[in-house]
């Protein structure tokens, strides 16, 4: 791995951290859980007494942002 590979490692998950910190707690909870924790939806409504549709929806709402906020870094990554 090379020194940019790092930069550009380092500057992904600074962006993914900014844009986390944007969205509602709920959707941050649901992305975050289940894509980084390793959580299902269904251990995530088990634990919380929420519905499964409850949480695919919030996992979904955030996946949305997350999407559309990080694509110009998903560009410029590509233009590199």
Known sequence: QTPEDDYLSALFWEELETALD?????QCEAFVKTELQGYSIKQLA??????????????HKAVLYLRVRLHSLYDQLIEQ
């Open 22 to 26: 944007e969205l509602p707690a709920t």
């Open 46 to 59: 088990q634990e919380s007494g929420l519905g499964e549709q409850t949480w695919l929806s919030r996992k």
